[in-house]
């Protein structure tokens, strides 16, 4: 972005690891199941830099199987029945996610959400957080044909704010997030403190902004 670049008319984010800590409650459930399983718990930090994998990840983490293992589908709905039980107990905004999002606000600029986690857990997450009633719109992949990085839910998400992508921003912790900005048309930020496996990459995903702390990206977005 440049100084000559046009007002921002409104910022999308990324779900897990950009606008909100869900790992949490990733750490919970995958160690709970690995309990089930008499396998001892997994350290937090070992977990939480592949949760914005998902659920795949999570398994892989957790049980070293993939899709294709016979044990694979059984482990894979039980962590997801597990979430989905407690889908909000540990989960938060991020430290100083919520006055930015207020300085959104009070600016008049709209903020959604687009993500590639299943309207099943993001609508009841971010109905107990109470962002429901405050973000102008949530787009999940059960609303399009093609998940990120498909430009197809950021454009979606676009035109339900009433805004062009040209103008608007996509900020997110996964390089997926900023390929599916570039093809929507979008500036893009990059977040380092999200989820990451190799924080020195985000350097190459082409991001035309990297914010390594909430506090860095408020003050972009000021």
């Not at 950009?18 to 709970?32: E, V």
């Not at 805004?163 to 990059?190: C, F, K, Q, S, W």
Request: aromatic fraction near 6%.
């Amino acid at each position: 972005m440049t100084p000559d670049s046009p007002p921002i008319s409104a910022v999308l984010f990324d779900l897990d690891g950009t606008l909100i800590d869900t790992a949490p409650d990733f750490i919970r459930c995958l160690n709970q199941l690995r309990l089930q399983h008499g396998l001892a718990p997994l350290p937090a930090e070992q977990i939480r830099r592949s949760v914005s994998n998902g659920a795949r990840a999570m398994i892989r983490v957790g049980f070293g199987l993939e899709p294709e293992h016979p044990d694979y589908l059984e482990k894979h709905t039980a962590f997801l029945d597990l979430y989905e039980a407690g889908v909000a107990e540990e989960t938060r905004l991020f430290e100083g996610m919520e006055e930015l999002l207020q300085a959104l606000e009070h600016r008049g600029i709209p903020w959604g959400i687009v993500t590639n986690k299943p309207a099943r857990f993001a609508v009841p997450l971010i109905e107990a957080l109470g962002l429901s009633s405050r973000c102008a719109t949530l787009v999940c992949p059960d609303h399009v044909t093609h998940r990120k990085p498909h430009p197809e839910s950021l454009i979606l998400a676009c035109r339900q704010i009433g805004t062009e992508p040209g103008t608007g921003l996509y900020v997110g912790d996964h390089e997926r997030d900023i390929e599916a900005g570039r093809n929507a048309g979008m500036r893009t930020v990059a977040v380092r403190y999200g989820y990451i496996e190799e924080p020195e990459r985000v350097d190459l995903w082409q991001a035309d902004l990297i914010a390594d702390t909430v506090r860095d990206l408020a003050k972009l977005l000021q």
